[in-house]
């Protein structure tokens, strides 16, 4: 099993900057290829990064490329999304995802590839 708590989200104007943190808990995090999923207003939710589980391997969404950036800390357990420049098209419930037990080094796109979710930060961006 593994827990997952994000934060960091909040009110911003377009422009701003946040940074997201998702804490992991459970099994050991060094061994979870991770991600993050967005659902905007009546929308589906989507995919917005990924990262292998050594950190080395990263990949976006076009919709985010060049503004987010995911990152994670093995020893602290810890991933992150610094979201500069932000839009109110990114406003949305930010969702960390975990696919446990993954030694391949590769990173996921899809919502079906994760086993575990957390409970989501709501970010709005204001014009």
């Known amino acids: 099993q593994v827990q997952l708590v994000e934060s960091g989200g909040g009110l911003v104007q377009a422009g701003d900057s946040l940074r997201l943190s998702c804490a992991a808990s459970?099994?050991?995090?060094?061994?979870?290829?991770m991600g993050w999923f967005r659902q905007p207003p009546g929308k589906a939710r989507e995919y917005v990064a990924a990262?292998?589980?050594?950190?080395?391997?990263?990949d976006y969404a076009d919709s985010v490329k060049g503004r987010f950036t995911i990152s994670r800390d093995n020893a602290k357990s810890t991933m992150y999304l610094q979201m500069n420049s932000l839009k109110p098209e990114d406003t949305a419930i930010y969702y960390c995802?975990?696919?446990?037990?993954?030694?391949?080094?590769?990173?996921?796109?899809?919502?079906?590839?994760?086993?575990?979710w957390g409970q989501g930060t709501q970010v709005t961006v204001s014009s």
């Open positions: 990262i292998s589980m050594n950190g080395l391997y990263t």
């Open positions: 995802a975990a696919r446990a037990g993954d030694y391949s080094g590769s990173y996921y796109r899809t919502r079906v590839e994760y086993h575990f």
């Open positions: 459970g099994r050991p995090f060094s061994t979870n290829a």
